[in-house]
Structures are given as structure tokens and as C-alpha cells.
């Protein structure tokens, strides 16, 4: 997810990395050249090179100010909510509004490093921190919500927390490539289903389970598709 910052630079380095912003969520990393964004930044080639020395670097810079000003848009959000259960609903909620404002272009972070085939590149690396916040803020909220209310003492954090952030950014994902709005209406379900047993906790012996049709299933799952559980208790 991406919006622009507001920046703490100089106005010629603000005008090159907002340019970039617009540039590499629209068309691409490699889509975009240099001598486009010196060309819409309206800089002299010394001046650009005088702030960056490269594409690359230019690219870490506005990924960098990105994830944090979208996680501090997702913070102050769930931070203005009190029930915990609507604290951790908020998050995927928001991202149909996210997608619906974006024209379902989806999450820069993700598309960008879909560009990008070196996992030591500099701008996966800047990509993994952000996707590494986003997993934090999900751990707090599902920990909040483990401690705010006895009928979710049990839930396996760690199992949710991960379970969340896969079927968000997979929405996410899906989301763009159909260019609707299903794919986030299904997570809103799925990710909800995830704590209304208030019992899912993943197994650490045999925490997997293969069903007829060959596909390996975590045993937490089968809480969530009951045709899943119920194949299962058929079996025993």
C-alpha cells in the first residue's frame, strides 16, 4: 500500500521523489526511465544526480517514506477504535477503500518487488522491512485482542498473525489482477472466521492434514471450511 508522504526534503528533492511515486505506481520500476522522471521532476540531469545516484537509489528512498507513512495511516486508524474485535477487522477493511481510491493498481510494495528478481537487491530488501512492519501491526492487534477478552485466550498469535497477513496480501494481489472487489470481500470473511471459534491453535505435532483431493491442509483450517473438518471426522 502506498500513498505519497509528506516529505521533509528540500522542494527540488521532494518534486524528484513525489515524481517517482507517481511514475513507479503507475507504470513500473522498469517501466519508468531516469530521463522520464528528471523530465516531470522539471530538474537539470546534475541536479537529479546531485540527490541520487541511481534509479535504485531513488526507488529505496520512496519505499522507505512510503512504508512508514502507510503504517502510520494504518496505526492511527486502529488506534482510534477501542473494541478489539473491530480493531482487528479494521485493517482488512480498509483495504477495499485502499483498492477502490488506487483503481485496484494494489500494493506498490508487492508490485515492485514482482519486478524485481534479486532477493539481495537493495529494493526487495527496503519491500521485506515493510511487509515486516505490516506483520508487526497485525502480531499487536491479534495480541490485543488475545488479552482483551477470555474467549480468545486460546488463539495461536503467531498462527493468525501469519494466517491474516498471507490471505491479505493475497486479496490484495487478486484483487488488482481481477480488478474487483471479490477478492477482499472473501478475506473480510475468511480473516473473520479466523477468530470466531476462538480456538484456533495451530498444532505442533501433525498440524497437517491431507484430504481427498490431495491438497495439504492445516489442521487450523479445518475450523475455518467445515466440509474439510467434517471429511476428516469421517475418516476417524
Same mark, same amino acid.
Given at each position: ?30 517501466q519508468t526511465g531516469i530521463? @522520464?522522471?528528471?523530465?516531470e521532476s522539471e530538474v ?7 540527490? !541520487? ?20 495511516? *494504518?496505526?492511527?486508524? *486502529?488506534?482510534? *477504535? ?21 483503481? !485496484? ?37 491479534? @495480541? ?36 474487483? !472487489? ?34 495439504? *491442509? ?19
Amino acid at each position: 500500500m502506498t500513498n505519497m508522504p509528506k516529505l521533509k526534503y528540500s522542494p527540488v528533492r521532494e518534486r524528484i521523489v513525489k515524481t517517482a511515486n507517481d511514475l513507479f505506481y503507475s507504470q513500473g520500476y522498469h517501466q519508468t526511465g531516469i530521463n @522520464q522522471i528528471i523530465g516531470e521532476s522539471e530538474v537539470a540531469k546534475a541536479t537529479f544526480y546531485s540527490h !541520487f545516484k541511481s534509479k535504485e537509489d531513488l526507488c529505496v528512498e520512496y519505499l522507505r517514506d512510503s512504508a512508514k507513512y502507510s503504517m502510520n495511516v *494504518i496505526k492511527e486508524m *486502529i488506534n482510534k *477504535i477501542d473494541d478489539p474485535v473491530e480493531k482487528y477487522m479494521a485493517i482488512i477493511s480498509s483495504l477495499i477503500n485502499f483498492m477502490e481510491e488506487t483503481n !485496484f493498481r494494489g500494493c506498490a510494495f508487492s508490485n515492485i518487488a514482482s519486478e524485481i528478481v534479486d532477493k539481495n537487491n537493495p529494493i526487495r530488501k527496503e519491500v521485506k522491512f515493510h511487509e515486516d512492519m505490516f506483520l508487526s501491526v497485525i502480531r499487536d492487534v491479534v @495480541q490485543n485482542l488475545k488479552e482483551s477478552d477470555k474467549r480468545f485466550n486460546e488463539i495461536d498469535v503467531e498462527y493468525i498473525t501469519k494466517s491474516y497477513y498471507v490471505i491479505a496480501e493475497g486479496a490484495l494481489t487478486a484483487s488488482r489482477n481481477y480488478h474487483d !472487489f471479490w477478492p477482499m470481500e472473501y478475506a473480510i470473511k475468511t480473516i473473520e472466521k479466523l477468530i470466531k471459534q476462538g480456538q484456533i491453535k495451530e498444532s505442533r505435532n501433525g498440524s497437517l492434514y491431507l484430504s481427498d483431493e490431495g491438497t495439504i *491442509i492445516a489442521k487450523g483450517t479445518l475450523d475455518i471450511f467445515p466440509d474439510l473438518k467434517k471429511q476428516k471426522q469421517e475418516k476417524q
